[in-house]
């Protein structure tokens, strides 16, 4: 019950792209949807973070997608560029006290020229 | 200094080797983790330390030995590992109570051989 599946594994974009990101969740009691963003030799930054009390949200070029009811948010990279090849892992954690963030497997994501 | 540091940043040790990892965090937090990060899986939390105390313990082997003296440091003590534990380790800070952002170090590349 504590999973976060996510998929793909991998995706390949071309410059200019779209990448898009899935993941699932089965706790109903998660209310915090944090994306991270990893680059090689770096820890996870997170990059962009949604309530369940809102259906999207948008910070530049990054999108989430949330559906409440299907347990299923997203990541939407628009007019995806080079610089944004990295692995990127979606989370869920609950809030109050610490935070035990339950993350997703992770994608890599490569953007070609 | 600033953000979450860590080290040392690469580390090789034999199996019968101690050693010890550490995390500083700047960031005035009061949180403090440990993640073991190997390839195609979740990042899996290893131990939580709230305001000094150990709050969470993952199930993690005895041979794992966690330290937080304060707010601001946090130790990993290595000893007798396994070729299986080589992996990142990440160490991560937040301000605890209600929803906050995980910052994260550059994590500890150990390779046991």
């Known amino acids: 019950q504590q999973q976060v599946k996510q998929s793909p594994q991998s995706l390949i974009v071309q410059k200019g792209g779209i990448s898009i990101i899935n993941c699932a969740y089965e706790?109903?009691?998660?209310?915090?949807f944090p994306w991270y963003q990893q680059f090689p030799g770096k820890g996870p930054a997170l990059l962009i973070a949604?309530?369940?009390?809102?259906s999207e949200k948008k910070e530049g070029r990054f999108t989430i997608s949330f559906n409440k009811s299907a347990k299923q948010f997203s990541l939407h990279i628009m007019d995806s560029q080079p610089g944004d090849s990295a692995t990127y892992f979606c989370?869920?954690?609950?809030?109050?006290?610490?935070?035990?963030?339950?993350f997703g497997t992770g994608t890599k994501l490569q953007v070609i020229p | 200094e600033t953000g979450v540091t860590q080290t040392p940043r690469h580390l090789v040790m034999g199996m019968t080797n101690k050693k010890s990892l550490k995390c500083e965090q700047h960031?005035?937090?009061?949180?403090m983790y440990w993640y073991k990060q190997s390839a195609k899986k979740p990042l899996e939390l290893m131990f939580v330390?709230?305001?000094?105390?150990?709050?969470e313990n993952n199930s993690v082997p005895s041979r794992f030995s966690p330290e937080c003296p304060n707010s601001s440091h946090l130790f990993l003590h290595l000893h007798t590992l396994q070729p299986e534990d080589s992996a990142l380790y990440l160490c991560?800070?937040?301000?605890?109570?209600?929803?906050?952002?995980?910052?994260f170090g550059p994590g500890t590349r150990l390779t046991v051989l």
């Open positions: 991560a800070s937040s301000q605890a109570g209600g929803i906050d952002t995980q910052y």
């Open positions: 706790n109903t009691a998660f209310d915090y």
């Open positions: 949604i309530r369940p009390d809102v």
């Open positions: 989370a869920a954690s609950k809030s109050g006290g610490y935070q035990k963030v339950t």
């Open positions: 960031l005035g937090h009061n949180a």
């Open positions: 330390y709230n305001f000094k105390e150990q709050t």
